[in-house]
């Protein structure tokens, strides 16, 4: 399903006349020949495109994929989003700890091992405490957790099954409001207000409501641009929190 984002992107460049072809990869063929190798889409061959925008992060699912991200890249006269600067949020524990590194202010964040001690990780990050899949979108693979009987329970059971995730803070004013900064090409394009439905605490236009649109000051504009530096995606979204200490970065989006 798409995202509404990626909706909204598409409904955009439809208004200016452009014809916009909405690819799922794994439903692609690679044909590879002695003279080159083509990719289909229900058994026709797909001509080059003009622009090629990498929205969904491939490196997540499966090779194939991969393969076939790569050969539309290869081949498109203008690529925004490459697979080589998407890695960046592909492994979401990985983005926020290089943006800790570079002095962006993130949630407190901690990835639990084997031998995880469940005293340190509330005394650390706290209770209640936010637990993420280390990839995915749309809100999906997050949790809300609130005591540390079911703490130790959900580690202990994704664990066990090799689950790849992470803890983060869980901060209030994310809960109630969670805005989006989109950047194209490092310019601040537009920013919005996004708040959770009822009874959920998750802040997404998808089951959520619109929050309007806001003005970012220069200072935080100037830790947007920051990680723009940091990525280079050409298209970027930041979802973000207001606290009283300033802003925080929830999470960097392709």
Known sequence: ELSLSSKLLIDCFSQHKCNVTKLKLRNIDIIA???KINISSTGAELEPFDVFINRHNVLDRR???FAVARLIED???VVLNPLSK???THNKFHANSLLQNFGIPIPKIYKPGLNYNSDDIIETIGLPLILKANTGNQGKGVVYIDNKLSLISIIDCL????EDFFLQEFVLEAAADCPRAVL???ELIAAYGRSSKKDDFRAKLKDGKF???MKISEKDQEVF???YKLTELDILGIDFCVTDHGIKIIEVNA
């Open 33 to 35: 020949s002695k003279d």
């Open 63 to 65: 090779e194939h994929d």
């Open 75 to 77: 081949t498109s006269k």
């Open 86 to 88: 998407s890695f960046f």
């Open 159 to 162: 664990i066990n099954l090799n």
């Open 184 to 186: 194209i090409g490092g």
């Open 211 to 213: 929050g309007g649109f």
């Open 225 to 227: 641009k920051k990680i």
